[in-house]
């Protein structure tokens, strides 16, 4: 699983661990979060694997070295990054290498990811892919809509590949959180704690470990019936 080293990541790998899984710990720029888990998860850890996911063109490598170490019955996309930016403001250099960085690693990668993983699973029975979202996919978020955008894409690619791919025991889930407590959302997080508590019903935000829960749902037996499904993690602060 891409982005396990930390937050919502490391949080499904344990929890995928504890249900019995062997877990590919994948990592960009944190080696020692990524030995931390690797240690964590002891007899349950596959391998450790670092790959830069902004260079879509090197993501399918990624799948093919994990692949040498065992077999694959599941992928899990869950690295992503948050950069927001003013839509008209932002200089043409600075929107263009937002836009691009954002797109190529919540979106591309992903996508070569979905790619190498679904001709590995055609030929070995199915398999199955889950796509960590984020609320914005729904509902949008001014002062970051490449975010958005690229959230919406991956929502969409989730469901359209669902259709296509049934035929081939081919499976594809994503889990939408809205406000997590992880290192990605502390940015600003304490001044407008309040105004985002009062935003959720619930009265508090995620924890990892909510998103971890649905993502073992998702891709134990229990879900075998389910495909193109995205669970919304957001405390009741938004439906669509």
């Given at each position: ?14 929890r995928?661990?504890?249900d ?62 948050y ?38 699973f ?29 959230k919406?894409a ?87």
């Open positions: 699983m891409t982005g396990s080293s930390r937050g919502i990541g490391r949080a499904i790998a344990l995928l661990a504890a019995g899984w062997d877990v590919a710990i994948h990592y960009a720029t944190h080696p020692e979060e990524a030995e931390s888990l690797k240690k964590e998860l002891g007899t349950r850890a596959r391998g450790s694997y670092q790959h830069d996911l902004s260079d879509p063109a090197r993501a399918g490598s990624l799948f093919a070295e994990a692949l040498k170490d065992g077999p694959i019955h599941a992928l899990v996309n869950n690295a992503g990054v950069m927001p930016l003013d839509f008209v403001a932002a200089g043409d250099a600075s929107f263009e290498a937002n836009a691009h960085k954002t797109f190529a690693v919540n979106f591309e990668s992903p996508v070569a990811l979905t790619r190498a993983a679904c001709r590995h055609a030929k070995d029975g199915g398999g199955k892919i889950l796509n960590v979202a984020s609320r914005v996919g729904f509902k949008g978020e001014g002062g970051a809509a490449m975010y958005a955008a690229s919406a991956l929502i969409s690619l989730t469901r359209s590949l669902a259709v296509e791919l049934a035929s081939k025991n081919i499976k594809l889930f994503g889990i939408a959180p809205g406000w997590v407590e992880t290192a990605m959302a502390r940015d600003g997080m304490d001044d407008r704690l309040e105004e985002i508590l009062s935003g959720i019903p619930l009265g508090r935000m995620a924890s990892p470990e909510d998103c971890a829960a649905a993502a073992a749902f998702l891709l134990s037996d229990s879900a075998n019936y389910l495909s193109g499904i995205v669970i919304d993690i957001n405390g009741a602060s938004y439906f669509h």
